[in-house]
């Protein structure tokens, strides 16, 4: 089960703060996740992907990728990408 | 219409055509091929592009190419004496006083410059004597510092 | 003393925290480093652009007859010539980029977004002609009302820049377009709950001016579209794979026929990543059959490319009274220029992210106006944010009568801090930091005299990781020769070099680093996000290692023994009866036995989280306003600082940036969205003569994600100054700035009041 922090503009789908969704990855999380919360999927995905608008924090460490393995207590935040200068 | 210049050049005779409103700058950069000097605003406001003409630094973006006409000019490529460095060169280096380096040139005329009429300026003199120099990168500290050590090497070779 | 350095865990290291001569340094002293505008390609010509004289206008008809007719005029381009890309974007590992919008802002298409706009260009046989010849295109616009200031373009009836800008939201998205780009938000605990236990609550409003990133070279490129369809670019870029990807997706050309050489670079700062006068030379050389070079002149530099957000910030602070924060609320609107995409998210992840608060919320709004489109600078967004909420704090501290190093410190982020925006904090740096400025000698003396004052500010940036890609091959002299694609703007050659001979075992001196171009290396991320030396240097570890595998297969072969028997420390490779170095060893093998190429590729983890803290002394004279910094010391975590002179460089660089940010620097917009000081002369950086030594701090608590420690330094010196100067200004003056910059002007008026008043 990974706990997942719903960004605060997804709570009024969700109803809560943080859940836990189960998944071995992190895109089979976000599919069971659809399947509980109708409609959160298509605000984090484009096209299949995971929006090129945002990133992935997997147990604190920021990642784009997807197929990223999720661990009984792995805790995934969605992030804005940023970059630098 | 061309006009036709002679000069000379980090002590070589050189002649060049230019057009009256090339500036001594793009005549450097463009036409001889001594790309050391740099265009960084090209009006006078951020010295990258400083030689010396006759003795003195200046912004070569503001001089006319045809004031070049039987004067002293002396650019970067000039500065290292048949492969030693200049002193400022290597204190630059040692000081680590360049980042990007596009400054660079313009710094180390202009300090020579003012080492030559002040070889041993405070603090103040330094950074007044640069004040026409901008740099983006480096905040000026080791530059300052690149400065002080060059004049403390011309006083130590000369004692 | 310039420079002090604070080790955690000091680990002794042969290469690493010496200081050698950067390997590029000859060339740049003497005045042969080659920058793009130093290059004569043959049978090359030259581009000049027509640009828009309207803040906001609707372009009616575009005529490049007159220009065309011109003798020594060899071709003209305009927007029709680039292909339209309806709402394609990438994530080019920087952020977001919509490539339509960077077509638009290429050359204008239907609207003129700002004054500067690029609308149409000619290539001629020489800049002079060229330019003659764009003012020969004759364009015909529809001026329309236009708006400069990010709260008035969020007006319901602000001037509309987009038909179809639809916030981008994760919540239900808007019906109708308005300026506004993108909503964000982030939330913890409860901040009603947080503000109802709090003893003091302060908030405030304030407002950022539109700053430029001041590079001393300008844009250049030179393009030549070869007869045989492949392009070549030659540019000032910070990063030679992003241009070729922007590139190539704004010409709809596949990425393997774009050749991007990086010259060597005057600066970037944030921004020479986005392209402006690339697809526009290559279009002139397609059409002519001759290399073209375009260089902006000074004031095309600061008129259209890429100067950082206005802001408007409001912060909201609550604390107890013995000084612990438990509330804060945040509302931040940043002005993205003419396209959306100005920072406002990373400036909402960085407004709280140096504390520890238990309940917060951050909203942030990303918003369009007719202003040129925003870039990165040194930090993005995190600068302004930092002005406003250190600013409140600073309030907090005076008010609650503590000091404002220990107010930090009792609140300070630490390993186990979660953030606004959710994750958690890795061991970080920041109390160290604030601890080396309480323990300084520059803190520690005391400040007299009249109109001066003294402040202290932190400031914190993520770091990228991102993705790089080198090659080592080791040479028959045993020296090792470092391919990468990182351009080198502040001397990371060097740096790179100094890791791999330090995983080698040799020294520093006998790396031969080279920046090369996107053909002759792997894919590799921009040179910014302080990311260099970090995640190429992870790179050049790998590849340190690689080769020493096949160097011991090879010595192996050599001493005729299996692998398992030789042993490697410190670059000396040995079997019970055999010792030789690293050089001694390559020598022998390259004579006999296959090449040895190392080879190292990352995709680095992002956010190695720099913290830094600045003490600033200032004097005001009250009859001009004017501020003289009397005294800087500027501390940072830089993890393990590899070549600390560039460290210092850095750190020194950025905390003058910030000055400038601080006490000067602004876009001048008059009433028609016209910036009326685009020049260096008024366009007000920072001197020599303005400053005094810039001392330094640094601070090495290893990053747990690098071999030796390393996290970026490049962009949090930018960060501490602007509210470390207003809290001086309010010890100096008794006036509290809400405004930057604190201009002579501006100081001068609020003396005048307070006196007024008084």
Redesign the interface.
């Known amino acids: 089960m990974a706990i997942v922090f719903i960004p605060p503009q997804l709570r009024k789908l969700t109803g809560a703060a943080e859940i836990e969704i189960e998944g071995g990855t992190v895109r089979e999380v976000i599919e069971h996740m659809e399947q509980r919360f109708p409609g959160v999927k298509e605000r984090l995905f484009t096209d299949g992907q995971l929006s090129p608008m945002l990133q992935l924090s997997v147990d604190h460490r920021m990642t784009r990728v997807v197929s990223t393995k999720v661990l009984p207590t792995t805790e995934i935040h969605f992030l804005p990408v940023i970059g630098g200068g | 219409m061309k006009t036709h210049v002679t000069t000379t050049i980090n002590g070589e005779s050189v002649e060049f055509l230019c ?1 009256p ?1 090339q500036s001594l700058l793009e005549v450097l ?2 036409e001889l ?11 006078g ?2 010295g ?1 592009c400083t030689v010396m003409l006759n003795g003195s630094p200046v912004d070569s973006c503001l001089v006319l190419a045809v004031e070049a006409e039987e004067a002293t000019i002396e ?3 000039g ?2 004496d048949k492969g030693h ?1 200049h002193p400022l ?1 290597q204190c ?5 006083a ?8 313009g710094f ?1 005329m202009a300090a020579k410059a003012l080492l030559e009429k002040n070889p041993q300026p405070t603090e103040e003199e ?3 004597g ?16 690149a400065v002080q050590a060059a004049a403390e090497l011309q006083k130590e070779s000369v004692s | 003393m310039s420079t002090d350095t604070t080790t955690e865990t000091p680990k002794e290291y042969k290469v690493i925290g010496t200081r050698p001569i950067r390997h590029d340094g000859a060339d740049k002293v003497t005045g042969k480093a080659v920058y793009t505008s130093d290059l004569h390609v043959p049978n090359m010509a030259f581009g000049a652009f027509i640009r828009s004289p309207h803040a906001h206008a609707r372009i009616i008809s575009v005529d490049t007859s007159d220009a065309e007719n011109m003798p020594g005029v060899l071709a003209t381009c305009t927007s029709a010539d680039l292909p339209s890309l309806w709402d394609k974007g990438d994530n080019l590992g920087e952020g977001y980029v919509n490539y339509a919008h960077l077509s638009g802002n290429i050359l204008a298409r239907g609207k003129a977004l700002y004054k500067g706009h690029a609308i149409a260009a000619v290539a001629a046989t020489s800049t002079h002609l060229a330019e003659e010849a764009a003012k020969r295109i004759k364009v015909e616009y529809e001026p329309l009302l236009a708006t400069t200031w990010v709260v008035d373009a969020m007006q319901k009836n602000a001037p509309l820049l987009h038909d179809k800008l639809i916030t981008h939201t994760l919540d239900d998205e808007p019906a109708k377009p308005s300026n506004i780009a993108e909503h964000v938000r982030f939330e913890k605990g409860n901040i009603e709950e947080g503000f109802a236990a709090a003893d003091v609550v302060i908030e405030r409003e304030f407002k950022t001016s539109t700053i430029h990133q001041g590079y001393i070279e300008s844009h250049v490129s030179v393009a030549l579209w070869n007869e045989d369809g492949r392009l070549k670019i030659w540019t000032a870029t910070q990063g030679s794979f992003a241009t070729r990807q922007q590139v190539a997706a704004v010409l709809e050309m596949p990425v393997s026929q774009v050749t991007v050489t990086p010259c060597e670079i005057g600066g970037g700062f944030g921004g020479k990543i986005s392209i402006y006068e690339q697809p526009v030379a290559a279009i002139l050389s397609r059409k002519c059959g001759r290399p073209i070079k375009i260089a902006m002149r000074r004031d095309e530099v600061f008129e259209a490319t890429g100067p950082t957000p206005g802001s408007f910030i409001r912060v909201k602070l609550g604390a107890t009274k013995d000084g612990k924060l438990n509330a804060a609320e945040a509302w931040v609107a940043f002005d993205a220029g003419a396209y959306p995409g100005g920072f406002i998210a990373p400036g909402c992840m960085c407004a709280l992210s140096c504390y520890d608060i238990p309940h917060a919320t951050v909203d942030g709004f990303d918003v369009v106006l007719n202003k040129p489109k925003t870039q990165a600078y040194r930090a993005p967004g995190s600068t302004h944010v930092a002005f406003a909420v250190e600013s409140v704090i600073d309030e907090l501290a005076t008010e609650l009568k503590i000091d404002p190093i220990d107010f930090r410190l009792n609140n300070a982020a630490k390993e186990g801090t979660r953030r606004v925006d959710g994750p958690v904090y890795p061991r970080v740096g920041l109390v160290e930091c604030l601890q080396a400025i309480q323990n300084s000698d520059h803190w520690k003396s005391p400040l007299t005299g009249p109109n001066r004052g003294r402040g202290v500010a932190c400031g914190f940036w993520f770091n990228a990781g991102l993705k790089s890609s080198v090659a080592a091959n080791v040479n028959a002299d045993g020296t090792v020769t470092l391919i990468e694609g990182s351009t080198d703007i502040g001397g990371t050659r060097t740096s790179l070099a100094m890791q791999l001979a330090e995983t080698l075992g040799i020294n520093a001196e006998d790396v031969i680093p080279q920046v090369v171009d996107t053909d002759s290396v792997g894919f590799t991320d921009v040179t910014g996000g302080s990311r260099v030396t970090f995640a190429t240097g992870l790179a050049t570890y790998e590849a340190g290692l690689d080769i020493q595998r096949q160097l011991v297969k090879q010595a192996a072969k050599l001493w005729e023994c299996d692998s398992e028997d030789i042993t490697v420390t410190d670059g000396t490779y040995q079997t019970k009866d055999k010792s030789l170095s690293f050089k001694e060893l390559a020598v022998q093998v390259s004579a006999s036995n296959e090449p040895i190429v190392g080879r190292g590729a990352v995709d680095a983890p992002n956010a190695s989280n720099a913290f830094g803290a600045h003490i600033v002394d200032l004097e005001v004279d009250p009859d001009t306003g004017k501020v003289t910094i009397l005294r800087y010391t500027a501390c940072q975590d830089a993890g393990k600082a590899i070549h600390p002179s560039y460290v210092e460089g850095q750190m020194q660089g950025g905390a003058v940036q910030g000055i400038g940010w601080a006490l000067n620097e602004e876009y001048f917009y008059d009433d028609h969205g016209h910036m009326r000081n685009a020049s260096f002369l008024d366009y007000r950086m920072p001197t020599c003569y303005d400053l005094p030594m810039i001392d330094t701090i640094i601070v090495e608590v290893a990053n747990p994600d690098h071999p030796y420690g390393v996290r970026g330094v490049g962009e949090v010196p930018i960060v501490p100054p602007p509210p470390a100067i207003a809290s001086a200004m309010h010890q100096a003056t008794g006036i509290r700035f809400y405004e930057l910059p604190m201009s002579p002007p501006k100081v001068w008026k609020a003396m005048m009041t307070k006196n007024t008043e008084d």
Do not use: H, M, W
């Open positions: 057009q409103r950069r463009d091929s001594l790309t050391g000097c740099k265009e960084g605003c090209n009006n406001n951020c990258a650019t970067i490529e500065v290292a460095l060169q630059f280096l040692e000081g680590a360049l980042q990007c380096g596009i400054c660079t040139p180390i330094i950074r007044f640069l004040a026409g120099n901008l740099c983006r990168c480096t905040g000026y500290d080791k530059i300052v510092r």
